[in-house]
């Protein structure tokens, strides 16, 4: 027999440690055989005890390669030029990619067949290896990254009194059967590569910021700080009817839920982009990257049908108590708005999906031009009640200072209430909210051209 190194022949002339990479390389790829007692150059050796040999390299693969590569490896011994040989027989395997268990699964534990040689897979075969051997199933598939760290995760479970230990990992499929972390696990930690970005605009022109975030870590970390951030923008005004105050919040707090864990549940997280919420003066717009699943449509969404994209996911989510039952969330949505003239939108693309809340509190705006007089009289005597107030009082009052600035200027900006008074933009904007409420100042104007005169007697 005549030996000679290819793509799929590999010669060692004794047992040493780099045979754990021909080992991997030809299981990631077509597979092959590894001769062990013959040299480089063809020439047979041999090895003075081929079952010791072959009992060196079994013990070197099962604890060396990860994962479990053993089934796919046949040891035979061979008698050459009167010599003995172990030849190694190793079968393309069904788990790809093999790496070193010291190395873990990055390229220079991760070994691939390159002509003669065994060499360092890139980053991208990598993924590509998991993505064929672990399906379409992104949640599944082994996560590039296993030094994970669960702070958030461990915080939300133990905030429900629930368990979250290695066993509870393995049942919500956080760790595959090799006890390799999944992508899932990988959303999960503090390690999460996908972000929410978050911005709030100036009126309703999305060219003008007034502020913008963006979110990392868990999923479950930005679930939290972005709800909290939304919560901080979501502002509540005070209506009348007959004898009663109605406090009503511009978005309800209920929709909001629902619709941030929609965007975080399903979500298509094997393409790395981020989420977006855009908060305008109108509306809130929640972006999210993936359209309907196959099969579909968005009238079926409106009657409560639910195609799950990540199941797992939606699992842990309902494990948490976050979720009651699929397709729950949109139906919780429409019914805060019943009553309400403007309906949350539901626009999708053959990519991405869209949630749109509508501000509540901008019907009560529009309606208050359509007053009856009385009601509107007594507005009349209320502004006049409160400009006595000020001309009774020995100090001026930030808001009195207002108004003197407007009678001896004609008008104002939010900059000059800013400069005035030496306070924050976001008390500025509540003390002109204010004034204008109390039919003391008229806002004119938008975005950027927006200033305040005294409001008509």
């Known amino acids: 027999m005549v030996f000679q190194e290819s793509e799929n022949v590999e010669l060692k002339k004794i047992v040493v440690d780099d ?4 080992i991997i390389a030809f299981a990631n790829c077509e597979g092959g055989k590894l001769y062990v007692g013959v040299g480089g150059d063809g020439t047979v050796t041999g090895v003075p005890d081929p079952d010791n040999a072959s009992l060196q390299i079994s ?9 479990d590569v053993t089934m796919f490896i046949h040891y ?16 393309r395997g069904t ?6 268990a010291k190395k873990g699964l990055r390229p220079e534990g991760v070994y691939v067949r390159q002509g003669y040689s065994s060499v360092p ?10 993505k064929e051997t672990g399906g379409d199933h992104f949640e599944a598939r082994r996560s590039l990254v296993q030094e994970l760290t669960f702070n ?9 009194k629930l368990k979250f230990g290695l066993s509870q990992r393995r049942t919500l499929k956080l760790l595959n059967q090799d006890n390799l972390y999944t992508n899932l696990g990988l959303l999960l930690s503090d390690q999460c590569t996908h972000t929410i970005k978050t911005a709030v605009f100036q009126g309703t022109d999305p060219r003008v910021f007034r502020d913008r975030q963006e979110f990392s870590g868990s999923l479950l970390q930005q679930m939290n700080d972005v709800y909290a951030y939304i919560d901080m923008h979501n502002q509540t005004k005070a209506t009348v009817e007959k004898l009663y105050r109605i406090d009503v919040r511009d978005y309800p707090e209920t929709a909001i839920r629902e619709a941030l864990l ?8 094997s393409v790395n982009t981020s989420s977006f919420i855009k908060i305008f003066a109108d509306r809130i717009e929640f972006l999210s990257y993936g359209g309907l699943v196959s099969g579909l449509e968005q009238e079926d969404i409106l009657t409560g049908l639910s195609v799950c994209r990540n199941q797992d996911l939606a699992n842990v989510f309902y494990r948490l108590q976050l979720i009651e039952a699929y397709g729950t969330g949109i139906q919780k949505i429409m019914a805060e708005y019943e009553g309400f003239e403007k309906q949350p939108l539901i626009e999708t693309t053959a990519n991405t999906f869209k949630i749109i809340l509508p501000n509540r509190n901008i019907q009560y705006e529009e309606k208050s031009d359509n007053l009856t007089e009385s009601y509107k009289e007594a507005c009349y005597e209320e502004k006049l009640r409160c400009k006595e107030e000020l001309n009774i009082k020995g100090k001026l009052s930030n808001e009195e200072k207002v108004i003197k600035f407007v009678q001896e200027h004609g008008s104002l900006r939010k900059s000059d209430v800013i400069a005035l008074l030496g306070v924050s933009s976001s008390t500025a904007s509540r003390l002109l909210r204010k004034l204008k409420d109390n039919k003391l100042l008229k806002q004119t104007g938008k975005a950027r051209d927006t200033y305040y005169v005294a409001a008509e007697s």
């Open 19 to 22: 045979i754990k990479k021909e």
């Open 59 to 67: 013990n070197m693969v099962r604890d060396g390669i990860k994962p």
């Open 76 to 91: 035979q011994t061979l008698q050459e030029a009167k010599k003995e040989i172990v030849a190694v027989d190793v079968q």
């Open 95 to 100: 788990n790809r990619p093999y790496y070193l």
């Open 121 to 130: 897979a890139t980053d991208t075969v990598i993924r590509q290896m998991i």
């Open 152 to 160: 958030a995760a461990n915080k939300e479970f133990a905030l429900r």
């Open 262 to 269: 929609n965007s975080l549940v399903h979500r298509e997280y």
